[in-house]
């Protein structure tokens, strides 16, 4: 299912997701941004954040940038993975390693997971 959020629908998104991850310490602010805007290529999403101060800078890659056509993108899937690294944030394993991937994997999973979830959840609710 293909999500794209406008800016303001994006914001929504965010307190919403962040309420039901437990995350509503953190100062969370989130946009759009061009893929050359992002560090590196080939994301749909990127986060910065300073655990210390409670703050992070999520960006959403415009949908204008995605390029897979095959597998529409979905901001909501991208925005829980992005605050799922807050969640997960002490136990974030150095980069360019074979941890680092599997653990990227992972939240890649629970993101996926716990999106398919509300949206199931929607659904039956609209049913009954």
């Not at 991850?21 to 602010?29: I, P, Q, S």
Request: with cysteine; glycine share 4%.
């Amino acid at each position: 299912m293909a999500v794209l959020f406008t800016r303001q629908e994006l914001e929504a998104a965010c307190r919403e997701w962040q309420k039901r991850l437990r995350l509503d310490a953190w100062e969370v602010r989130v946009g759009i941004a061009r893929e050359r805007e992002l560090e590196g290529g080939g994301r749909s999403g990127e986060v910065s954040y300073s655990i210390e101060a409670g703050k992070a800078v999520i960006r959403l890659l415009d949908p204008t940038d995605y390029p897979d056509l095959d597998f529409p993108q979905d901001m909501e899937i991208t925005l829980v993975h992005e605050l799922l690294h807050l969640k997960f944030a002490v136990f974030t394993p150095q980069e360019d390693t074979l941890a680092h991937r599997l653990f990227e994997q992972t939240v890649e999973s629970m993101a996926n997971l716990l999106v398919s979830l509300k949206r199931d959840k929607a659904q039956a609710e609209r049913v009954n």
